[in-house]
């Protein structure tokens, strides 16, 4: 009978790096909850319409990727592919626009896409992710991006880079959407190429094959279209960055593969990570709730791909990598030999556990030789033998298992923990 593999583009994440993984999700979130985001969790799941109308037709994301299945009730669900629709759509369930503004709200878990997976792009992929809603404050942009920032040096990267952009309001877009139509139609676009212009001119932009982007040089983009408000709004997004200290990068064709965004976007790219460079993104959305049936409310969030922020730490900070995969390393392997030693190594093993240290022991009735190569194996720092004769005379053997060094101690926790708690 064949086995079983992990569905393509999906993949399992183990013992160590599965350290790696929960010490860098739970680092990318830590700014921000310094910065009053609370956490908010949102089913997997969602009603199939929220994405058609939050994050729009005309993206590959609702027209070609979503995982969308009727449950048994009939109802149409899809498994998440990006974070803020849902958000967007508890924070209007909840009314939380009758408490104070901006909400604060982070989240982080997995996502679903079908994609041509590749390195760096997967069908089943992690984000954590962070939305102030209901405030349209320049300064509130500015904050995000510095914590993105923050975010990434926190997890261990120095060489992500920041690629910024507006796409103005409703007003400056309908300006610029109308002059990318008539450049795209002087253009010899391929069948798909002028259906994606027809729906969203604004997406041709982002079309990253060379002999577009050579096509695309003098294209019209958003920022010459911008209305007054939306210049001073970007002018002032770009003031603050330069006095928080962050720096970025123009990129005038930058569009975001979600249709509501507005105003300020912005993409940190990372140098070591090939085609699929872009670790995290997001932008203001100034339309989102409204197209989901909650109040005229602004918004501005972002998305951090933990997935490539953990294969950009391995590029570009190993050492990190492997200081965060030891984290949960064993401090003491206990080695009882008998019957007796061995149920005198479960309550020592609970007691040192309960004293915060790290403790397992060997299974399964082994003998001294097998239980030291479990020692050995389990990365332990410290093996503590216990024998039938020390066991009597009340001691047990601590073995250092780096310098092969040995002495006896107490057999009792207090004593244990005393001798291997690292200085
Ligand atoms: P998006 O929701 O498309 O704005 O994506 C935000 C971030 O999530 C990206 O910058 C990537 O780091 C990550 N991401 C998006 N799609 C994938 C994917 N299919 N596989 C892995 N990471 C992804």
Request: proline share 5%; charged share 25%.
């Amino acid at each position: 009978m064949s086995t079983f593999t992990a569905p393509k583009g999906s993949y399992d994440i183990l013992p160590p790096d599965s350290a790696v993984f929960l010490a860098t999700r739970d680092a990318l979130a830590e700014p921000l909850r310094r910065a009053g985001y609370g956490y908010i969790e949102t089913p997997i799941f969602e009603d199939t319409a929220l994405f058609h109308r939050g994050v729009g037709e005309s993206t590959d994301v609702v027209s070609k990727e979503m995982y969308t299945f009727d449950d048994r009730g009939g109802r149409s669900l899809t498994l998440r592919p990006e974070g803020t629709a849902g958000v967007m759509r508890a924070f209007v369930e909840h009314r939380m626009h009758a408490a104070q503004l901006p909400a604060k709200l982070y989240y982080a878990g997995p996502n679903f896409r079908y994609e041509r997976p590749q390195a760096g792009r997967y069908r089943h992929f992690s984000q954590v992710g962070a939305e102030a809603i209901g405030v349209d404050d320049p300064l509130l942009d500015a904050e995000l991006i510095e914590l993105a920032d923050a975010a990434f040096r926190g997890a261990g990267l120095t060489r992500h880079r920041l690629l910024l952009n507006s796409l103005g309001d409703r007003e400056s877009r309908a300006a610029h959407r109308e002059a990318l139509v008539r450049f795209l139609a002087r253009l010899d676009l391929d069948e798909e190429t002028r259906r994606r212009a027809e729906l969203n001119p604004l997406r041709v932009l982002d079309d990253k094959r060379p002999e577009m982007q050579a096509a695309l040089t003098d294209a019209p983009v958003s920022v010459d279209f911008l209305t007054d408000g939306c210049r001073a709004h970007y002018d002032a997004v770009r003031a603050a960055l330069t006095d928080l200290g962050v720096t970025w990068t123009e990129a005038p064709k930058l569009v975001r593969g979600l249709d509501y965004y507005t105003k300020t976007t912005f993409e940190f790219v990372h140098d070591s990570l090939g085609a699929q460079s872009a670790v995290g993104g997001g932008g203001r959305y100034d339309g989102l709730s409204a197209a989901i049936g909650g109040p005229d409310l602004t918004g501005v969030g972002w998305a951090l791909g933990v997935d490539r922020v953990l294969l950009a730490l391995k590029a570009e900070n190993p050492a990190r990598w492997d200081e965060l995969a030891a984290a949960n390393q064993l401090d003491v392997f206990l080695v009882p030999i008998g019957p007796q030693a061995q149920r005198r190594a479960l309550g020592l093993a609970r007691d040192l556990r309960a004293d915060a240290l790290r403790v397992d022991l060997a299974w399964g009735g082994r003998g001294l030789k097998g239980a030291m190569k479990a020692a050995d194996r389990s990365g332990a720092r410290f093996a503590l033998v216990l024998g039938e004769r020390d066991l009597a005379a009340g001691t047990a053997q601590l073995k250092d298992l780096a310098s092969g060094e040995q002495r006896p101690v107490p057999l009792d926790a207090a004593a244990v923990a005393a001798a291997v708690r690292p200085e």
